[in-house]
Every structure is written in C-alpha cells, then in structure tokens.
C-alpha cells in the first residue's frame, strides 16, 4: 500500500517520498516496508536510528525523521489502525464439516459449527453453536464444548471434558490428562510396589477462558479440575488435578500449580512461578515471576516473590545481606582496634 | 442417580431429601447435584458449608449437614466408590484399526491391536499384543511398542524409539526428538560457525513406565537415552540426550534433566526442579521443587533444595540472614554504647 | 555386524572373542551387544566395571578391559564412526505429497518438497525447494516456508508465519500463536473486564534455525516476532510476543522470554531461565540455568545466575551469608566477654 493511500486511511498527511508499506512494526524492529510509529519526542533517538520506510508522528513534532512521515493526531491509534490493515488475515472458518472428520454419529454439532480436516469427534460429545474446531483436533467422548468456543489445531480434549462458551483453546492445549498420582511403599517381602490411582474426574473450564499453546490441564482425582469465567492462561502452563481457580485470575507461561490448591479472584500468577499442592490463594494476591509458593497466601501480601515466597522487602534483605555483613565486619574491627 | 439407589449401592442410610446425585466432589468444590464427604468431625466447618446435595457421613456423626446425609461405615472409600460409579466411562478401545489409519505394510500389529483415526505407523514399527495406539499418534520407523501400552491421541515417537509394555503415553508426548548438540566456534577468518551434531542414539522406555502430557524425551547422541521401569513422569518434563533414569522414580512437572546425567533407583524430583547435565544423583535421593542441582548428590543429603541445591537446615539459614544481622547489629550498637 | 568386521571398518585390531555387536554406548550405559570407548587411562574404573561387548581403546592402553577390544588411533571419532552405522537409519522424505495431504489448491509447492499422511496446508501457503513436511503437520494460511526446511510431525504453524530456510522445526513445535495480551479494568458500575488485545503481527523465523520439541513461540501484537538466523531452540522454551532475537544465540530447555525482549547477537540462555519483558540483553551474554533477569544486561557482566540475576561473585557471597554472620556472632561474643 502507497505511502499516500494509507495517510488518506489514517486521516494524516504525508511528508517525504510516497513510499511502499507492507507491515507495521517498532521502531526499532522496523525494516524497509515497515511503518513505525512514535508520539513522544523523548524516543527521538529511536526515530532517528529507525530502518522503517514511514513513521506515524504527531502534528507538532518539530524532530525531523530519516524517512516518510505520516502526521496524524494519535500515532498509537494510528498504527493500530494501520496494523489491522496489514494483519495477515484472520482465516474464514465458515460453518460446515470437511469431508475427512471423523465424528461419531452420537456426537452432536449445533448450528454453525466449523470443522476441520481430520479432526476426531468422539461418542456423545456434543459441540456449541457457532463453535469452531479446527483441522486435527481431538475431542473424546462425551465432551462438551461451548457456543462460539474456538479451537486451534491439534489440541486434545480427553473424554468428559467440559469446556465453556467464548473459549479459545491454543495449539497443542491438552485438557483431561491424568493427574500425577500414585501410591507407593513396600510389600511384605521388601519389593516396592508403585500403584496408579485411578483420576475419575474431569477438567470444566468456564465461559470465556482462554487456553495458551502446549498448556496442560490434568482431569481431576474425584469431581472437577476447574478453571473460573474469564481466567486468561498463556503457553506451557501446567495446572494439576482438582485444581480450583475461581475466576477473572491470569497464569503467565510456564507457570505451575499443583494438585488440590484454590486460586482466588483476579490473582495473576507470574511466568515460571509454582504453587504447591493443597493450599489456597487469596483474591487479588499476585505471585511474582520465578516464586515458588508452598503455603496458602490469605491476602496480608498483595504480591509475593522468591522462594519460598516472600515479601519484595524481605528479598531485598537477603540480596542485600553480603553488604550489611561487610558494614558489621569493619564495625567489628574498629571496635577490636579500640579495645 | 437417585440418593436412595446411591445409599443402597454403598450400604449406607439415608436421611434427608431423595436429591438426584450427578457426580461426585470434595467439600469446598462441591455444588447442587454433588456427593461429598466427610469422616473427620474437625472438618465440621467445610461440611456445614458445602453446596453439596448429599454427604457421606460415619454412623456416629452428630454435627448434622446442610443436606441430605448418606451415612456408611467408611466416607472416603464410599466416595471411591461413588466416584467410579459416575465417572466418565472409560472409552473402549476395542482391537481393530480404524480404516484411515496409515500403516506401513512391513509394520507389525501383534493380535488385539487398537488404532485409531488418521494414526500414522512408519516402516517396520512393531507394536505390541493389546496395545492401543489411538488417534493421530505419529509412530515412526523401526519403533518398537510394547504389550498393553497406551498411547493417547497426538504422541509422536521418532524413528528407533523403543517403549516397553504397560507404558501408558499421554497426549503431546514426544519421544525421539533430536537432543540439543551444536558445535560451534569461529573460523580462521573470524566469522562463526554454529554446526549440528548428529543425534544418532534412540530413546528407550522400560516397562511400566507413565509419561505425562507434552513431556519432551530427546533421542541420545550415542546409545539410548533410558528411562528404567516403573518410572511415572508427569507433565511437560524434559529429559535430555543420553539421560539415564534406572527405575522406579517420579519427574514431577516441569521438571528438567540435562544431558547424560544418571538418576538412581527411588529417586523423586520435584516440580520445577532443574538437574545439570553429565552429573549422577544417588538412589533415593529427593530434589526439592524448584532446586537447581550442578553437580552429583551422592546421597548423603536426602532431600535438597535451593539453587545451588542444598539441606533445608542451609536453605533456612540463607532465608533467617537479614533476622540474624539484624540481631548483630543491635548488639554491636550496644557494646559501641559501652565503650 | 561381527567385532572383527567393524574392526576392519575402523581401521583398528581385534583382541578377545569375535562378539556380535549391535550398538554404541557409554562405558557406564553400555550391555551386552554394545560397543562403547575410552581413550584416557584415568577412566579405567568405568572400563573395568562396563557391560559393553567390546570397547574401543588407543594402541597404547595397558590396562586391560573385561571384554573384548578393538584398538584404534582414536577411540572417540571411532565410537562416533561406529555410531553412525548402528544407527537407526533416518527415515527417506522423498519428494512428493501423500496421497491423504489436504492442501489448498492456492497453495505452492517447489520442486522436491515432500508432504507427509494428513498433513494440512491452507490456503495461500508456499513450501520451498526441497522442504519436508511431515506427518500431521499443520501450515496455515499464507505462511511461507524456505527451502530445504525440515518440519517434524505434529507442528502447527499459525496463518502468516514465516519460516526461512534450512530450519528444523521438531515435533509439537508451535508457531504463532496468539500472545498473552489483555486490557482490564473496572467498569464504572464496578464490574471488572478483561479484553483481548488483537495480536495483528506475525512470527519470522530466520535462516538454519532449530527449534526443539513442544517450543512456542507467540505471534507479534504488531509487527514480527523475530527469530534470527543460526538461532537454536531448545525443548519447551517459551517466546513472547514481539520478542527479537537478533542470531546465532542459543536458548536451552524450558526457558522462557517475555514480550518485546531483544537478545542479542551470540547469546546462551541456559535452562528454565526467565527474561522479563521489554528489555534488552547485549551480545554474547550468558543467562545461567534457573537464572531470572528483570532488566537489561549491558553486556558488563558476560555470565549472570540467580534471580535477580547476578554475578556468581554476589550469588557465592548470599550463599555463604550464614557462614560469614556465624563468624561475627563468634568474634562479638569473643568482645564481649572482654568488656
């Protein structure tokens, strides 16, 4: 698209060369095709290194650029206006079935469903109106999903999960695996046994949970593994049996939560962090990036971090405790000088 | 089902409303068409909360419930019980392969085989007696599949991989991938070079060994990559090339084993936890959640924990630091008083 | 294959019986039918306890083996010739597309590619010369993939991903997913929100780039998440959104990156290590396992451990903080008994 064409779009004006663009990106990531954007002069640096062909700026930047400039009111607004043009676009999955899914006949589709090319659809499972299942998906027996829930490729749902309406569910996401449980110990005659304990439950997840790519969600011992309304995990997440997170809460990636532990309201649990088994979180408490959590948190602490899981301050103290020794030794030996 | 069949099924009584019963569910998750319960009065307080429609109770309960009461002469077994009951039935995977199912003509299905839809099994692939390889499993040449192991939908063993018998293979699991090996350096002309070693070894699966959902296991450089029998893994774990795990331990999620480390029988490694490459780990020994372990435990230590791995008693020590300098510091402010 | 056969193979002389071999290992790993390799005297232990078949060693190893020996000029780069013929030879990917391959008649194959069983290719999509897609693979709309490419089984590959040539993607690898990206809030009746933020951008993959089993990697909000060339990705690593990683760096097993981090050129991120997001890591900088970095490495210190991350120096000195506090608890009680 011309330089020119998008102004017109965006509502700006060009200065400069009527140049091609192909994407949007930052400035510092921009390369030639690229429009970038900036509304603030303090990042001047950054326009004035930018590879991008174009920049979004403000009418009253006096700063100058190395290439086109696009003047418009808002540049952010703008360069999510333009990023929506140039956004590969979002592919139809127009209602229907492809002739390779196999859907057994007790299945049941609702009006307007979407799916794939060898996708399975097992026995009893039943999909929401407007739900989309995409190519190579996995749905086993008496499944549920939800209205308008949208499944990516590859994603496996084992038998008697249930997943809410307006869901999206990431490549690779597998829901209803069996939890880690076994007994073990010794037999009379000294061997070891180590027995599997059958996971009679299921995994639920409520309306509007979204799922990210390669995240694992155990089905639970007895009753439900349960994900609340609106809870937003991202990729490689591990959630463990009988899990219960009530809702509005977010899991960032390759985080973990073991078995039988309660997540409030509204917590967000950072990347990489763990929450041990049996124990509860409170609403609204955060659990910081790499913290290991292993007891129930009610709430004192708004946000936890380190492991075990502290105060911001009482890992600071620690870090900080190399230099309050050396403060001490050399008040030592003053003292020992004096006596 | 009804509360009345249910007290019959697991010679109890009932008293309250003939409520209809759809699942099972602890106390606190519990909601309206659920079966809970309780053995322990201690826990009076969950039980005059519960949502739950009927409670298993002892004979000898006096606290009453908030619903209707099934009393039986032991809780937590008839909640087993009930909880098998309404279960989702366990799919059948009756021998047979489904007719899309690809399979090479020099692969070889011993008797009582289960495939299933859009499998793919490679050239001279032998799967075992009553094993299920279900749908879209990826199976790839000259792999050897043990009797009675499962494998569930969207696995992928790479060519030579061996897997014993009474395996059971989650979702996502990958077996035989490439492990991460590069030779790198600069040339005599400065620029660099980064090139690929090849990975020429297998992974090899001993019998009896359960292997969580998205756990990556990487082929060896040389030889096998073992993992001993008995061994459970549970979720996104990662074992690297050359890893050898003798039996009988548990990898809980998101743990990691670097390449060419040893684990000894009995070992458990705890979620999160972080093993360096090319060290051994004595039978036995515990690794705590989280712990990062650079080099060899030769068991004298049971449990460790921390990074760098280490007794509770030293973690502790690290944690109470800012507390005991705190303590110096009074002191020593007390004796500069005196002087 | 006969000791002797690969004897004369390898260029070395036999000693002992004439045993039948059938793979490589380690001295430790190695059992009946393995041949495994020492080239150092001081490893005689290990050559002395081995239950390898036949065992590598130079011409002028004195020290005996319990087994038979081939001696050679040298036992490494023989052991890896040995390798080579015992391995499991790799699968042939010969030109062509499986007759069960669903591809969009929009889509473009170059000379030589090959297409595996039920794989899925939409529409717009465009295969390189010589690049192998396998089995179950999915290639959404308008992504393009370069020549010569190798993209394992069970790979999904979001609309308008860019992968560039002689890569190697292995199996469950996800590219382009959406990011973790929401706007929340309270409304003004108090009701809380959380809205998904489009992730409008793409994800680039760079040339002879190696991305390991069930690695995600999110598409950009705007613009392109970049991988640059050379870079090799290890099993289970989490990239963020609009994350850019300039070359030639390598990223170990279950790392993670956050969003809009730029890593430099020559970096090592080693294992289950976290970078925050919006940050940036210099050249040739080295994350150690575990470690967690909130912001920006400048390229000062080259090596950094621990979270936050540090140099070893200030990790050694809080690990020894309770070493250093007993020493002065001493030295005061020492003073005060003077006073």
């Known amino acids: 698209m ?22 949007c990106a930052g400035l510092e990531e921009a390369r030639k095709g690229d429009l970038s954007f900036c509304k603030d002069p303090k990042h001047v640096r950054l326009v004035e290194t930018t590879q991008a062909s174009a920049v979004l700026l403000p009418h009253d930047w006096s700063l100058g650029a190395p290439c086109s400039i696009i003047r418009v ?28 899914a196999v859907i057994d006949p007790t299945a049941t589709l609702a009006p307007g469903v979407h799916v794939g090319a060898y996708a399975v659809i ?21 499944c549920r999903v939800g209205a308008r829930t949208h499944i990516y490729p590859q994603v496996t749902l084992r038998e008697g999960t249930v997943v809410g309406a307006d869901c999206i569910l990431h490549c690779g996401v597998r829901l209803g695996g069996d939890g880690y449980g076994f007994n073990n110990g010794k037999r009379e005659d000294g061997t070891v046994y180590i027995e599997k304990i059958p996971q009679l439950g299921i995994v639920e997840i409520g309306d509007g949970v979204e799922i990210g790519s390669n995240t694992t969600i155990d089905r639970a011992r007895i009753g439900r593994t349960y994900i609340g309304p609106m809870t937003k995990i991202d990729n490689l997440v591990q959630i463990g049996h009988n899990v219960k997170i009530k809702g509005y809460s977010g899991l960032i990636a390759q985080s973990g939560v073991a078995g039988s532990t309660e997540i409030g309201y509204g917590c967000l649990i950072w990347a990489q962090a763990g929450i ?10 955060q659990v910081g990036p790499q ?12 946000y936890v971090i380190g492991a075990p899981a502290m105060s911001m301050k009482d890992l600071a103290a620690i870090t900080l405790a190399p230099k309050m020794i050396a403060k001490l030794k050399a008040e030592l030996k003053e003292i ?3 006596l």
Request: contains cysteine; glycine residues 12%.
């Open 2 to 23: 011309k330089a020119s064409e998008l102004a017109a779009v965006l509502e700006g004006t060009l200065e400069g060369g009527d140049v091609e663009i192909f994407a």
């Open 73 to 100: 009111a808002d540049p952010n607004r703008a360069c999510m206006q333009a990023a929506a043009i140039f956004a590969p676009p979002e592919p139809v999955r127009a209602p229907g079935v492809h002739p390779t």
């Open 122 to 142: 097992e026995k009893g499972a039943s999909i929401g109106e407007g739900a989309v299942v995409e190519a190579q998906v996995f749905i086993g027996e008496n």
């Open 276 to 285: 041990s088994g049996h124990i509860k979180i409170a609403d609204g408490v």
């Open 291 to 302: 913290a290991g959590v292993p007891q129930s948190l009610d709430g004192s602490l708004k």
């Open 336 to 338: 020992k000088a004096k």
